[in-house]
């Protein structure tokens, strides 16, 4: 009898340690900036796949559009950037998942801004991974919650 109440102990610790790990959403958002010349909207969907997309808009300028790829390394995620032709490499934006939050902690200072990137919340609503965002063209800003912006999806 003993015995089993400590094995059921330990299952039940090793449930909640499983449980107690943070999963990935599919899309999170922030915004910042220390004037509203300077301020900008980040938003990045990850896709199960290791995909991402992410878009940055500063205000009064055309969004920034990234293809990357990512990892989660228990509380680190790390998105490597996609190359472009004719274009020079990012260096990968690395953050550190803090309560549900995305907290940039190394990113490209010439992609990203001398402050880097604002932290990373989860867009609200069913906030799941697709499958894939290899497609993407760009994020649906109006809704994030809905599918990106793909060449088909624009005609």
């Keep these: 009898m003993r015995y089993r109440l400590m094995l059921v102990a330990v299952m039940l610790v090793s449930v909640s340690t499983l449980n107690a790990a943070e999963k990935l959403k599919g899309v999170y958002s922030g915004s910042g900036g220390f004037t509203s010349e300077a301020h900008r909207v980040l938003?990045?969907?990850?896709?199960?796949?290791?995909?991402?997309?992410?878009?940055?808009?500063?205000?009064?300028k055309d969004p920034q559009i990234w293809h990357a790829r990512w990892v989660k390394d228990g509380?680190?995620?790390?998105?490597?950037?996609?190359p472009v032709k004719d274009q020079p490499a990012i260096d990968p934006l690395l953050c550190e998942m803090k309560h549900g939050t995305l907290t940039p902690t190394a990113w490209d200072s010439k992609?990203?801004?001398?402050?880097?990137p604002p932290p990373l919340t989860p867009f609200g609503g069913k906030?799941?991974?697709q499958h894939s965002v290899a497609t993407c063209?760009?994020?649906?800003?109006?809704?994030?919650?809905?599918?990106?912006?793909?060449w088909d999806s624009r005609k």
Excluded: H, Y
């Excluded at 063209?137 to 793909?150: D, F, I, K, M, R």
């Design 137 to 150: 063209q760009s994020l649906n800003s109006g809704n994030p919650s809905n599918n990106c912006v793909t």
């Design 43 to 60: 938003m990045v969907e990850f896709g199960e796949d290791g995909t991402a997309i992410l878009q940055q808009t500063w205000t009064g």
């Design 111 to 116: 992609a990203m801004g001398l402050l880097g």
């Design 127 to 129: 906030n799941v991974q």
């Design 75 to 82: 509380k680190q995620v790390r998105i490597t950037f996609d």
